[in-house]
């Protein structure tokens, strides 16, 4: 079947006279339970949520796997970290990796004992620091740089020497690169960002093969209590029909845009994953059937950069990517990545390519 279909059908319920599509959001913290809970599908609202099990339902379609939901990206991510990692353990991590769990790992899990181990993603440069490691975590396409590195060789070589692999698959989403596919043991995402679309839900996601590591993730969350608000999750399984769709547009546009961009004088160093003559293209088409819709350029310097974004009336800046609105922003304004003054993460949305063309065109002119 083929994803547009796919993502339509996923997780919803058996058709049944006079019921829903989709069921709606069940509120319940507590429900129900007499006698011995264990007869019980729900037992408490941090345990159990049927909304919770129709969108896990649903992403594991998508994934081949079994997915748990979290109330975000980071929720998720510290649910692997939390789950996997020991004191004394090594952990290997991009340096241009998503900023907040580099954060994490070297405050508080590197206080908890574990060694993070820093190295690019680009040209598989993680593979180098392997021996001795538990857990490997690619990001891939890297964000903001864009670099792609081997999903596929870089889990051989770790399980090779005893190590987990943990991909976050944020910028792609499950229909543009498929972790678990690739050898990958965790396929993690922010389902805030292309997967649901709207700039208006913060959501994440783990995906796994193995029971016994969803069972660990499962009660992390549950003690934790890193759980997803119901109506969220609602919006979220309603928000997947249409991913399909707002990929299409958006990763066309990205790759338009890129191709405008390179036209033009006033901007250097265009890289997305999706252009014939980009560094990361070679192994992008090898392990990616979409390019997402993230690209980065560059330019001159801060002046230049923040001029052109406030002349844009089609761009929005804003933090964050993949949603249906376009949006843009100078990643140093946050002192974070390692990235030029001038440098510009670009998020293309669903608008129609002409006018997001006039408008930069006019952009850079005015
Ligand atoms: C945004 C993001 C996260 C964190 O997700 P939240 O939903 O903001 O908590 C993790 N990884 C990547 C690559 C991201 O872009």
Not at 73 to 82: C, P, R, S, T
């Amino acid at each position: 079947m083929h994803d547009g279909t796919r993502v339509v059908r996923a997780g919803r319920p058996q058709p049944a006279q006079g019921e829903p599509f989709l069921p709606g959001p069940c509120f319940a913290a507590t429900y129900h339970l007499s006698g011995d809970p264990s007869t019980a599908a729900n037992t408490y609202g941090r345990s159990q949520n049927p909304t919770w099990t129709l969108y896990e339902n649903a992403i594991g379609e998508l994934e081949s796997g079994i997915a748990i939901a979290f109330a975000s990206g980071m929720g998720a991510v510290a649910a692997i970290f939390g789950s996997v990692l020991r004191p004394g353990d090594v952990l290997i991590l991009p340096t241009d990796g998503y900023y907040t769990a580099r954060l994490l790992a070297e405050g508080f899990f590197t206080s908890m004992g574990v060694k993070v181990r820093l190295a690019p993603t680009a040209r598989n440069a993680q593979s180098d620091f392997l021996a001795g490691a538990k857990l490997l975590w690619l990001e891939t396409p890297s964000n903001p740089g864009l670099e792609v590195c081997d999903i596929a060789e870089l889990c051989e070589k770790a399980h090779r020497v005893g190590a987990l692999v943990a991909v976050d698959n944020t910028t792609p989403t499950m229909l543009g690169q498929r972790p678990l596919d690739l050898g990958a043991d965790f396929s993690i995402a922010s389902d805030t960002k292309a997967l649901l679309g709207h700039s208006d839900l913060l959501m994440g996601h783990v995906a796994v093969r193995d029971p016994a590591w969803a069972k660990k993730l499962i009660t992390w969350r549950t003690q934790i209590g890193s759980i997803p608000g119901p109506m969220e999750v609602w919006l979220a399984h309603r928000s997947l029909a249409t991913l399909d769709l707002r990929l299409e547009r958006m990763n066309a546009n990205a790759l338009a845009i890129a191709q405008f961009l390179c036209g033009r004088s006033e901007v250097k160093r265009v890289r997305y994953p999706g252009l014939p003559n980009d560094p990361s293209h070679g192994i992008a088409v090898k392990q990616m059937t979409r390019f997402g819709p993230i690209l980065s350029f560059e330019f001159p310097g801060r002046t230049e950069a923040e001029r052109w974004l406030s002349n844009c009336k089609l761009v929005d800046e804003a933090t964050s990517f993949g949603s249906v609105h376009t949006t843009a922003e100078r990643r140093a304004r946050w002192g974070a990545d390692q990235v030029a003054e001038g440098f510009i993460r670009f998020s293309a949305g669903c608008e129609h390519i002409d006018d997001l063309i006039a408008d930069m065109t006019r952009a850079f002119e005015e």
